[in-house]
Structures are given as structure tokens and as C-alpha cells.
């Protein structure tokens, strides 16, 4: 069944793009969304404060840390209209606020051997000053500056819509990026997550200071905000007092009669981009997953870890024990590359892979890929369950030594998890506690027999057939 959609991409001459839906939409139950703790609760490993905004800290012996203020607020809670605000206010931020010009806060930061990065998501914007942790409290108070008294001005906002416009049209040559956009903009079409980060060039064309401070003003409340340092030996009550200083007077007041999004839908539907002159095809597919406080996480980024990142460069491992890396790395097959993800947010998921074939392979590539997966749900080892734990231990442990990484752990526990941080201890516990029968339910819930969405850019004559592509998932039932 064919179904018409509208979608903000680059078309190109005799390019073609299809869309096509399965005959109804896929909707989960989604997990209840987590809330702001009252004032007269404590959270355990973090505070909050009178108003609802929360702090955090995770300390160790490093002389680095970073200090950032997440705000529960991206691309998810932009309308049509303002799709791109939140990228755009990203861009802007530390180029001047009320009490400090952009020379005199650059001046700040130099001093302190420190800088300021602010990193969007669908569903956060996190505003991080990385530095000395001896200088963490004064890194706190600069974020918090800029966070509550950047002023935008004028000639900065017309300068970075033309950066952002210069951005997007040479990330028209980034396949991988088009292809994950195309894939959102079905999986969760009609639906906020539908629109890419930096918005459509007609979007970032139009958008002015007054859409930039009603989104403010709607999306950051103290309720949706996080103060959280990682790294050193920064004393958490010293750390709330700064909060309070800093932060105490932001409001908790939401003018809407609520002030989260409302829950996240998945559709079943493909979209074909072709062009024919391109020599390799871009194909994700996507299925409906779990929210990031569902028990069912672990499992799926298992499963993604099961089927492993590979790439025909890597070479040597075509004899090896991952069927799928022997598959991509041997020379005689046309799959250049294989990548799975697994995306969490607060109340819906994608789970699902990103592979790159040549237009004569693309068939066989897909028929091969479903009964790859079909078989994890149906016929999974121990040793290929075994050596995924090892995988993604080694992935969690990496990522104690990385701040970013850290922060946006923090932010995912507290905005859309248990409401505290999460201990690797806590995680590698409940990880090592899994069994194949337990990731194989987990499969059958999700894949095997499972509507999903998918995108398809280049030469996509050759796209495995979505009918078919179910019936090789389903496999025989007795």
C-alpha cells in the first residue's frame, strides 16, 4: 500500500524517492515518562533543589572534569514550524549574554584553561564547560550564565543560520547521516521525532530571535534541568550550593498544561531515495524498540553487539568466529559494511542496523541480514551471547574514561531512567544476569515477526522486498 508523506530532503534531477507503508501503524505502550522529583525528595548520588532542578556529580582522581547544565529539551519538543531552534540556540550559546560579552567570556575561559561545547539530541541540549576541576564550581556559575542570560543577538543569529545552511548542504554528501534522517522521518513520521536535528533549510531561514526566546521560555524550567559535574573530587553540597546560587531563581512554572511532549508513536514504512548514479546503496532498518528505563535495553544492545560493527577494510577475520564479519569481510560478497544501533529515549526506541551493499547484492544482503536476525531470536548460542558481554563491558568501561560519554550517561539516568545516576557495577550486574533464552523472548518481542521501517539511498532497484524481508523474519512456525 502506498502512502504519501512530505519529507525536507535533498532531491537531485531524475532522482527518485517512494514511499510506501505498511497497512497500519505500530504502536507500543509506552513506558510512563519520569518526572521531576518533589522538593522533600533527595535522590540518591544527586540533590534537588526548591524548584525541582537536580544536581549531580561523579568524582575520581583526575585533574580534568567538565560541569554541564542538560536541559530536557531538542528537537522532540520543536512544532513543525521551528524545527532547527534547538540547533541553532546550540550555536549561539556563549556568544554573549547579559552580564558578559562573547570577548570578555572567551577571555574567562582562557584564563581558566577551560571551554564550552553544547550538544543537542533529540530529546536534551547540554550546555558543558570542561576544564581543571579545581576550577569546577567557577565553570558552574559561567554555564549557568550562559544557560539563563544569553542575550542572541542579532547579527550572531544571522551569522550562524548561514553557517547552519552551509552545514546542511555539504552534509548532503554525508549517505550514512541522510540515510538515518530518511529512516526517522518514516519511523516516527507525523511525530517531532521525525525532523532532523538541524532542521530544513526553509526552517533555518525563517527562524528569528523571537522563536529562539518563546522556546526558551516554554521548554527551560528547573524541573527539566540537570547541574552535573564529572571528574575530580567536587563535593556535591558545595556543588548544590552553587546550584542554588546560580539557578535558584529559574522558574518551575510550565505555561502549557503540560510540559512534556506527548508519547512517541512508531509507523511501519519504507522510503526509497534512488539514484542510480551513486555506486553503493545505504539501507537501515529500523524496528519499534524500548524506552531507555525499560528492562528490556540491555537486551537489544546485547543483540546489536551480537551482530558487531564490521567493514570489508577491517580484513583478516573473514574466517572468524561473527558470521556477520566473515560475511562482509570476505571479497566476494557485495556488503562493504555492517553497523547495528540501538537508540533510547524517554519513551521509544530504534533498534535496528545501517548496512552498505552494491546494487547487485542488495537482495541477497537483505535475505541474509533478516535470517541473521531471525536466528538470534530463534537459534542463539552461548558463546555468541558470551563474547557480546565481553563486547559491550569493554564499550562500558571505555566509556568511564570518557566525560562526554559520562555526562550523557548521567543525563539519560536521571531525565529518563531511575531518576539517579546509574553505577557501571549496577549495570555489568544486570548484564552478566541475562540468559540466552532471556535475549532470545526479547528478540521474538521485537524483531522476529516484527513490522519495521526502512530507509534506502543510491541504487535501490535491487532493495530486498518488504513482504519478503517479513517473511524471512517470521521463518516457520510449527
Not at 526509497?272 to 528490556?296: I, K, T, W
Amino acid at each position: 500500500m502506498l502512502k504519501s508523506c512530505s519529507v525536507n530532503f535533498f532531491k537531485n534531477g531524475t532522482n527518485k524517492i517512494l514511499f510506501r507503508a505498511a497497512s497500519k501503524d505500530v504502536v507500543k505502550s509506552a513506558e510512563s515518562h519520569m518526572k521531576a522529583q518533589t522538593a522533600s525528595q533527595t535522590l540518591p548520588g544527586a540533590y534537588t533543589l526548591g524548584n525541582d532542578l537536580r544536581v549531580a556529580c561523579f568524582t575520581n582522581d583526575s585533574e580534568i572534569s567538565s560541569t554541564a547544565i542538560h536541559v530536557e529539551a531538542g528537537t522532540r519538543n520543536e512544532t513543525s514550524e521551528t524545527n532547527g531552534v534547538s540547533n541553532l540556540i546550540a550555536r549561539l550559546a556563549g556568544k554573549g549574554t547579559s552580564s558578559s560579552k562573547f570577548e570578555d567570556m572567551q577571555m574567562k575561559l582562557s584564563k581558566l584553561g577551560a571551554s564550552l561545547d553544547v550538544n543537542v539530541t533529540r530529546e536534551t541540549t547540554s550546555f558543558v564547560v570542561t576544564g581543571f576541576s579545581k576550577d569546577a564550581l567557577q565553570h558552574a556559575e559561567i554555564v549557568s550564565d550562559v544557560v539563563k542570560n544569553s542575550v542572541f543577538d542579532e547579527n550572531a543569529i544571522m551569522k550562524e543560520r548561514d553557517a547552519i545552511l552551509t552545514d546542511i548542504e555539504r552534509n548532503l554528501d554525508n549517505l550514512p547521516q541522510i540515510t538515518m534522517d530518511y529512516l526517522y522521518s518514516v519511523a516516527f513520521e507525523g511525530t517531532p521525532m521525525s525532523n532532523p536535528l538541524t532542521g530544513s533549510t526553509s526552517n533555518v531561514e525563517s527562524l528569528a530571535r523571537k522563536d529562539i526566546m518563546q522556546f526558551i521560555k516554554h521548554n527551560y524550567k528547573a524541573p527539566r534541568m540537570i547541574l552535573t559535574t564529572v571528574g575530580g573530587q567536587v563535593d556535591l553540597d558545595k556543588l548544590a550550593d552553587a546550584a542554588e546560587k546560580n539557578l535558584g531563581d529559574v522558574s518551575a512554572d510550565f505555561e502549557h498544561a503540560t510540559g512534556y511532549p506527548q508519547p512517541c508513536r512508531f509507523t511501519a514504512m519504507e522510503v526509497q531515495h534512488r539514484d542510480d548514479d551513486l555506486p553503493l546503496a545505504h539501507v537501515a532498518m529500523g524496528f519499534n524498540g524500548c524506552s531507555y528505563n525499560s528492562p528490556d535495553r540491555i537486551p537489544l544492545m546485547l543483540l546489536a553487539e551480537i551482530m558487531g560493527a564490521h567493514d570489508k577494510s577491517h580484513g583478516g577475520l573473514a574466517q572468524g568466529l561473527n558470521k556477520m564479519g566473515a560475511v562482509t569481510q570476505n571479497p566476494e560478497t557485495g556488503l562493504y559494511s555492517i553497523r547495528p544501533f540501538a537508540h533510547f529515549y524517554s519513551d521509544c526506541g530504534l533498534f535496528g542496523t545501517h548496512y552498505v551493499a552494491d546494487a547487485d547484492n542488495l537482495y541477497d544482503t537483505g535475505l541474509y541480514i533478516c535470517h541473521f536476525l531471525r536466528d538470534q531470536c530463534l537459534n542463539m548460542i552461548d558463546s555468541s551471547l558470551a563474547r557480546a558481554k565481553r563486547s559491550l563491558k569493554r564499550k562500558l568501561i571505555e566509556d568511564m574514561y570518557s566525560l562526554p560519554a559520562l555526562q550523557g550517561k548521567m543525563a539519560q539516568d536521571i531525565f529518563f531512567g531511575p531518576g539517579r545516576p546509574v553505577s557501571l557495577e549496577e549495570t555489568v550486574s544486570e548484564l552478566e544476569s541475562l540468559s540466552v533464552d532471556q535475549v532470545q523472548d526479547v528478540g521474538v518481542e521485537y524483531i522476529r515477526d516484527q513490522e519495521f521501517a526502512r530507509a534506502a539511498y543510491g541504487p535501490t532497484e535491487g532493495v530486498f522486498d518488504y513482504n519478503q524481508s517479513m517473511d524471512a523474519l517470521r521463518g516457520l512456525r510449527w
